[in-house]
Nanobody
Framework: VQLQASGGGLVQAGGSLRLSCAASGRTLSNYAMAWFRQAPGKEREFVVRVSRSGRTYYADSVKGRFTISRDDTKNTVYLQMNSLKPEDTAVYYC???????????????????WGQGTQVTVSS
């Protein structure tokens, strides 16, 4: 499956953005999907995951502010980001996991397919 992330940009603190991840080549419903992010000088970190059944797992740093959703009819996953903070500045990547296991959703090794990333910059 090929993944194409989009929707990043520059926003002021407290603002909102919605990222999209469009899949092609395979049906998205066959995958659990996740978003990761990588800030300058830092390692890539887990943000959120949605299972094939719609169950979600959020990093503590984004709980209550970010919402992941999936529309399998459009082969697209979304990340609604509200109340953005400067520390949310990063390149955001979507990723696909073909397994059905719910163990360790943040483990990057389980995600076989990755999008190219989209830059999110939050100014203070």
């Amino acid at each position: 499956v090929q993944l194409q992330a989009s929707g990043g940009g520059l926003v002021q603190a407290g603002g909102s953005l919605r990222l999209s991840c469009a899949a092609s080549g395979r049906t998205l419903s066959n995958y659990a999907m996740a978003w990761f992010r990588q800030a300058p000088g830092k390692e890539r970190e887990f943000v959120v995951r949605v299972s094939r059944s719609g169950r979600t797992y959020y990093a503590d740093s984004v709980k209550g502010r970010f919402t992941i959703s999936r529309d399998d009819t459009k082969n697209t996953v979304y990340l609604q980001m509200n109340s953005l903070k400067p520390e949310d500045t990063a390149v955001y990547y979507c990723a696909a996991d073909p397994s059905s296991s719910t163990l360790v959703p943040s483990d990057q090794r389980r995600y076989h397919y990755w999008g190219q990333g989209t830059q999110v910059t939050v100014s203070s």
